[in-house]
């Protein structure tokens, strides 16, 4: 603004002085023109302007169309003067017209740079609340996971202690179930020993007994039938394996304590009768003997010598004879 | 001095008669000077504001001294000085826009730099 005020200072300083020219002669105006060589210059300056240039182009052809009628005008220098000026003006215009459009180029360009940051920010808002989104979820997932894990841990301590205190119990179980049957085992071996012993001894004195004792249950009581085996043939005398024979007569009669016992000899059909009966009644008196000798109370014993009269088999048979040479001991049912 | 160049002006014209401007021209030129003012010209352009003023009030003089050749020109200069004036406070205008609008952006970008670090640049 300053070099306009300068400018228009000097062109109204020229113009007084082309005044003054005009007033002294209407002379012709002089080739060499300050204030024209001064505008040339400002248009030569405004077109150098790289910031500027290709702006205004209007305005520009406005300035130069007005320099060159400054520059071809002829006569009156009043009119070039005032062309002169014109040509001044329009170059200023020229200038402001060009600083105005690019002025706005450059508002426009901070405008697209503002909403390109608007636009960047926005999608790095968007980025980062992704991000903290993610963020979010990736920690609520590891404490759910967190959360899965410790109740995993919890149910399988509990589980494992579950199956230790049942292993333990089931261990127990076994170690009682092992000794019981280690106990149950031992005493059934004891048991089974002891029975395979009991019944060697039964069978045993069940064999002895079947071997020298018959026994026949009567209508007066159990009967026991010493064959004449146990004795010497034609005496009274017992052999010597006549006594286990009558420890266990003793034995059957001694557990029936309270029933009497009647002792009857017996001969086969041979023989003088009354010898046969004397000698039957002195084998019963002599069992009767030995059975006192062994235990048996004399009281509940009665002895009778009964002769050949009472057989229990043929007398015609040496076998049924052997039947008939006998000793019964009768435990009497009351 | 203003009133002595006038005088010889006018004592030259009168030996050369010149036609007067018309109504038209001043009234052209009053609106291109209250275009300026209306455009904000007494703040942004202040200096041809008054140059258009002065000369067309001179104009208004040469009128009143018959010096109607110089009224042509003054009316001409005149109106230039306001379409300049115009023009000036325009880009003058547009001009404070760009930097306000540059500040905001900068205010902006070192909001953004300072939230979104290297990310924004």
Known sequence: ?334 | MQNLVFLLILLLLSACATPKPSTDAFTSAEEALETAVQAGAEEHSPVELRFAREKLAEAHKGMEYKQFDKAIYLIDQSEINSELALEKTRAAIVRGKVTDLARENEILREDFESTYGEDFK
């Open chain 1, 1 to 334: 603004m300053n070099r306009t005020v300068v400018i228009l200072a000097v062109s109204r300083i020229l113009a007084l002085a082309a005044l003054a020219v005009l007033l002294a002669a209407c002379a012709t105006a002089p080739k060499k023109d300050l204030a024209l060589e001064q505008v040339k210059s400002q248009l030569q300056e405004l077109q150098a302007d790289e910031a500027l240039a290709g702006y205004a182009p209007l305005a520009l052809g406005e300035a130069k169309r007005a320099l060159r009628q400054a520059e071809t005008a002829s006569g009156d220098k009043t009119y070039r003067i005032h062309l002169i000026y014109m040509a001044d003006r329009r170059i200023q215009i020229a200038r402001a017209s060009a600083q105005y459009e690019q002025m706005e180029a450059e508002f426009d360009r901070l405008e697209e740079e503002r909403s390109a940051m608007l636009v960047r920010s926005s999608k790095l808002e968007a980025k980062r609340a992704r991000l903290e989104a993610e963020q979010a979820r990736m920690i609520s997932a590891a404490r759910v996971e967190d959360a899965n894990r410790a109740r995993e841990e919890a149910q399988q301590a509990s589980s494992r202690e579950e199956e230790s205190a049942r292993n333990a119990y089931q261990a127990r179980e076994e170690a009682e179930a092992a000794k019981a049957l280690a106990v149950s085992s031992a005493t059934a071996a004891e048991l089974s020993r002891r029975e395979a012993d009991l019944a060697t001894e039964q069978a045993d004195s069940l064999r002895r007994q079947l071997e020298n004792l018959q026994l026949r249950q009567t209508e007066s009581g159990v009967v026991v039938t010493l064959g004449d085996v146990l004795f010497e043939t034609g005496q009274s005398g017992l052999k010597k394996e006549a006594q286990s024979s009558l420890v266990e007569v003793v034995d059957l009669l001694q557990s029936q304590p309270d029933h009497k016992i009647r002792i009857e000899g017996h001969t086969d059909s041979t023989g003088d009768v009354m010898a046969n009966l004397k000698l039957s009644e002195q084998r019963a008196n002599k069992v009767m003997d030995s059975l006192v000798a062994l235990g048996v109370d004399p009281v509940r014993v009665t002895a009778a010598g009964m002769g050949e009269d009472f057989p229990i088999a043929s007398n015609d048979t040496e076998e049924g004879r052997s039947q008939n040479r006998r000793v019964d001991v009768i435990l009497l049912d009351d």
